[in-house]
């Protein structure tokens, strides 16, 4: 029975929540050829993992809050969109064709 005790982080960035849990890592498995996975941080979205950084037990929560907040603000978080503008010779409005006919 492993002694790895998992971790769960909640932040809250630009109005969003972001919940992370820590998983345990595994040692390699020549039988079926699977490589060594250190102990890590996932990002859990929708019932999935992402994976996001190595778990480092020495760390001080208020240091795992700024590095998974590092890895939101360079890997979740796009870009700000910018304002659609549109072509010159769409700038003004659409003219009724039919609107005077007569």
């Known amino acids: 029975m492993s002694k790895y005790k998992p971790q769960q982080r909640h932040l809250i960035i630009q109005g969003r929540e972001y919940h992370f849990v820590s998983y ?17 941080w996932y990002l859990m979205v929708e019932g999935r993992r992402c994976p996001v950084a190595p778990c480092d037990p020495a760390l001080a929560p208020l240091q795992i809050d700024a590095m998974l907040a590092a890895w939101v603000a360079t890997n ?5 969109p910018a304002p659609a503008v549109l072509p010159a010779d769409r700038a003004t409005p659409a003219l009724r ?6």
């Open 24 to 40: 345990e890592g595994h040692s390699a498995n020549r039988r079926s050829a699977q490589p060594a996975d250190p102990a890590m």
């Open 76 to 80: 979740a978080l796009g870009p700000v």
């Open 97 to 102: 064709r039919w609107a005077d006919w007569w």
